[in-house]
């Protein structure tokens, strides 16, 4: 479609006068290119930019058919609206424009009114047409600047989409991938028994068990890559499995230097210089794309106009980049907190600050149907940092995340004489006594289901409160299924 406002129309006939009546019936709304012969019509249409063309049938050398036919055979021009124009009323002669791929026909002498009709219906249809595929281009073009794989299987195991970057890692072409069953094409046979039995998991409902997962796929030239993936189910109208979406990160460097990197920085692990530089790559060098990733998908999800499985798609990426910014907020915390070595530390209310929290976590604790009873009637002052308030946005955080959905999630305070004893209490899954001491270690993370988390979120709340000088610790909720966290700060 051109960019004016006025379509353009290339009327192609071999008598001037046809061509010139065409101009007086349609010249007030639309820009009339004139043609004298087929050949003439075709050189039109690769020069000017066609928004429909009326195609005298009975021409020499160049037949009406034969340069619709032309037009409907070439990629670039086939989508162009063709309306055959003759003197002939056969039924022989329709059935040819239609064999040639006409979108429409008209008999002469032609009416004006049934002209300016046929011609405006089809100049609709021909913006929409296009605005669908600039629109479907721009998603795709979105889908090809993502630093991930992504791709979609169908319910045969047979790749439906994959981006740019996925055909880069495999060093194929899109049209090399497509229609290929993913499982025995991309992955060593003898590693793909266990990929397709979490496929088929999947396909079930078992997106919370496998949810994550890693695998090996093979490159063009017979390299193996690593890849870590997030899979998300896709469903049809009637709320069925149609797919699977996943979305995945090479890495198959990381994973070869996690071992030198580990052993440097053990060597320098209490370096300061380490630990800025390592703070500064999580704010910088990881949250500009992450944020990058957000800011794309929020303004397609805003434009709207998406076809169902765009959407579906567009939904299940922000999701996953969601989690990975709440990762690498997550990161962040601890290691700015890993690099302080005191605190300064001041008289503070606790009541006030579990308030704020409260009210901070009220739109998570309402979207998990978790009720808060929390009964601070305070004062309750200590000396703390107010870094102190993220132990207990971590600690709430968790009970409620962890929480089925219509219980209760408990804050009390308990009167230790010199110290102040707060306790969360939940009513969710528990923790064994053999896992109690793990879950404030960094990275662990005790299995809870289809519930995932970064492993760092008690590595701070310990950390925090080690800078407190305080004590931190988990134990059975003692009125019935569920745990309670606690933690211990000084009084002034």
Not at 368 to 389: H, Q
Not at 407 to 423: A, F, I, N, P, Q
Not at 438 to 449: A, H, M, N, Q
């Amino acid at each position: 479609m051109n960019d004016n406002s006025v379509p353009k129309i290339l009327v192609v006939d071999d008598e001037p006068l046809n061509v010139e009546l065409m101009e007086v019936y349609l010249s007030g709304d639309y820009e009339v290119i004139p043609a004298y012969g087929g050949a003439e019509g075709l050189e039109k249409v690769r020069t000017e930019d066609i928004d429909l063309v009326l195609l005298d049938v009975m021409m020499p050398e160049v037949s009406g058919f034969d340069v619709c036919r032309t037009l409907k055979e070439d990629p670039l021009y086939q989508f162009i609206p063709v309306v055959m124009v003759t003197a002939l009323s056969g039924k022989d002669d329709k059935i040819k424009s239609i064999e040639a791929g006409a979108d429409d026909f008209l008999s002469k002498p032609v009416d004006r009114l049934e002209l300016e009709t046929r011609v405006k219906s089809l100049i609709k249809i021909r913006q929409l047409h296009t605005s669908l595929l600039a629109q479907r281009d721009q998603a795709q073009n979105y889908l090809d600047v993502a630093g991930v794989i992504l791709l979609v299987l169908d319910k045969d195991q047979n790749v439906t989409l994959i981006n740019r970057k996925g055909c880069e890692i495999l060093g194929r072409s899109e049209g090399e991938v497509l229609g290929k069953n993913w499982f025995d094409s991309f992955l060593q046979p003898e590693k793909a028994e266990y990929p397709k039995k979490i496929f088929s998991r999947l396909l079930e409902g078992g997106i919370g068990e496998f949810e994550y997962a890693e695998n090996s796929i093979i490159s063009a030239d017979g390299e193996e890559r690593l890849i870590s993936w997030h899979n998300s189910l896709l469903m049809d109208g009637n709320g069925n499995v149609s797919g699977i979406l996943s979305s995945g990160e090479d890495i198959t460097e990381r994973t070869k230097t996690e071992v030198a990197l580990k052993d440097y920085a053990n060597q320098l692990e209490h370096s300061n210089e380490l630990k800025d530089l390592f703070i500064d790559i999580i704010r910088h060098d990881l949250m500009n794309p992450a944020g990058a990733v957000k800011g794309f998908t929020d303004l397609l999800l805003k434009r709207g106009k998406l076809e169902d499985g765009d959407l579906r798609m567009l939904q299940a990426i922000k999701r996953t980049n969601t989690k990975l910014i709440t990762m690498i907020k997550s990161a962040a915390t601890f290691a700015k907190i890993e690099s302080v070595s005191e605190v300064k530390l001041k008289r503070i209310d606790l009541g006030v600050i579990l308030n704020n929290v409260a009210q901070t976590l009220g739109p998570q604790l309402k979207g998990n149907r978790i009720k808060l009873n929390m009964s601070i009637e305070g004062p309750y002052p200590a000396l703390v940092d107010p870094m102190i308030e993220q132990v207990f946005v971590n600690l709430l955080s968790n009970a409620i995340k962890y929480s089925p959905q219509n219980t209760c999630v408990s804050v009390e305070m308990e009167d230790l004489g010199r110290e102040w004893k707060v306790k969360v209490i939940d009513q969710g899954f528990g923790i064994l006594d053999e896992d109690k001491e793990l879950v404030f270690e960094r990275f662990k993370r005790i299995d809870k289901g289809n519930i995932k988390g970064t492993g760092l979120g008690l590595a701070i709340v310990r950390r925090i409160v080690d800078l407190h000088e305080g004590k931190v610790g988990v134990a059975d909720n003692p009125n019935g299924n569920g745990s309670m966290f606690w933690v211990t700060l000084k009084k002034p």
